[in-house]
DNA sequence: ACTACGCGGATTGTTGAGCAATCCGCATGC
DNA sequence: GCATGCGGATTGCTCAACAATCCGCGTAGT
């Protein structure tokens, strides 16, 4: 029995799994706005596939929480409440923390924590915050990993996604992002030393920082 | 702005969405079984919907977890594998606990324990076995809803839903589901009763011990 | 002027047919 | 016994069509 597959952003065998790639990265790189409505007939073309296969797109990533499916009125860029921010750190909080926590000092995912760190500083480096905001995923998707679970990884990957749909909704993302390189470097190093409950406490710290500095700049955006 | 809405077993807004429920019905029911062949013609003929839809009705289970997508092999019902039950538990764990531990003493969900309590006792009275699963899930889905987080109980309706059709495989549902009544209720008990933290140490025990009978039962299963 | 109504265009929801690509079973041949 | 290759069946995807629904807009009525 070949082992399971979790369909996953990155990998698309098939024609609809790769048009809600494309959608996804249309959303992370900004050229899809949270709200806009998304046409059935001008996105195929656009994309340059048939309405069918467009509509098994949109059914994923509803169910990933990307795009929001009115009947008869089509599907539409979700946009990230305020009460959706809490409920996704809250998430990230329990998940993430019980993850590292509870790992294994020397377990394979931290290279990806590494790899993701330098990532990271080349992007800031490179003035690239997008970049810098997908290694930043990336590390906490490598967090999330060290508790070594296919079904918490593909939600937190989902989670992760709706994130930085909200984060597109903000305009500053050097502010929102620079900070963030450093303290993950710090962590990984906590980590690396084994240093797992210091480390699990500051994550906690980290993200509760962030949740709030997230939320300030949401309700500012409101106005 | 309408609130948002998790697309979830149990409403069907859309023909695929009700075709989806459909299918996971004839899961739990037992009309289909676990590696099955889901063949479009024959499925769609069946169910009297297009191909089209049942496809994308098909992309809705599969981001669930309960049926794998092979390319140009078409779908087959997901068989749970030794590590997705270990995996499943894990999560069930980790989520349920927390949400138990640090649950508001009378948070409004206490009434779906409730429920969910009674309707396993009078389904196990009616001898009713697969309502007697269904009344456990609903009792576990009011515990994870207790953490308020409506992305955590999606996630975890899927994970239920995939460990029903495991336990769809066993072929022993009294001794399966009997024991977890009483448990529950006396679970019940501790939470309206304040003790939240004896709650959560039984509840952590409860799930290692179901786990173990599980994947008990799932090892001589392979014979 | 303002609301209610209703019309018409545009979009979605769903179907059915059609065809290329791929897989699977099976017979053939070595 | 094993590789080869053929043919039917199935999947992957497209296209065109049509009913149902929604939305904007003009009209009528007060």
Not at 46 to 56: A, F, G, H, P
């Given at each position: 029995m070949p082992p399971r597959h979790f369909p996953h952003p990155g990998v698309a065998s098939?024609?609809?799994?790769?048009?809600?790639?494309?959608?996804r990265q249309k959303l992370i790189h900004g050229e899809l706005c949270a709200g806009q409505r998304l046409s059935e007939a001008q996105l195929a073309e656009?994309?340059?596939?048939?309405?069918?296969?467009?509509?098994?797109a949109f059914r994923i990533l509803s169910?990933?929480?990307?795009?929001?499916?009115?009947?008869?009125?089509?599907?539409?860029?979700v946009i990230p409440s305020i009460a959706d921010i809490i409920d996704i750190y809250r998430i990230r909080r329990l998940i993430e923390c019980q993850a590292l926590a509870q790992s294994w000092?020397?377990?394979?995912?931290?290279?990806?924590?590494?790899?993701?760190?330098?990532?990271?500083?080349?992007?800031?480096?490179?003035g690239d915050?997008?970049?810098?905001?997908?290694?930043?995923?990336?590390?906490?998707?490598?967090?999330?990993?060290l508790a070594d679970s296919e079904r918490l990884s593909a939600m937190f990957s989902d989670i992760a996604a709706e994130l930085r749909l909200a984060f597109g909704l903000l305009n500053d993302p050097e502010y929102l992002h620079a900070p963030y390189v450093d303290q993950n470097a710090h962590l990984l190093q906590l980590f690396e030393d084994g240093r797992i409950a210091e480390a699990?406490?500051?994550?906690?710290?980290?993200l509760v920082q962030s949740e709030r500095m997230v939320l300030a700049v949401y309700a500012r955006r409101v106005e």
């Open positions: 098939s024609l609809p799994d790769s048009v809600a790639e494309a959608i656009q994309l340059d596939v048939s309405r069918n296969t467009l509509r098994e169910k990933e929480g990307l795009v929001h499916h009115a009947p008869n009125r089509g599907v539409s860029v000092p020397r377990h394979p995912a931290h290279k990806r924590m590494r790899q993701a760190v330098e990532q990271a500083r080349q992007a800031r480096a490179a915050w997008l970049q810098v905001g997908s290694a930043n995923m990336a590390f906490h998707g490598a967090i999330v990993a699990a406490v500051e994550l906690e710290n980290y």
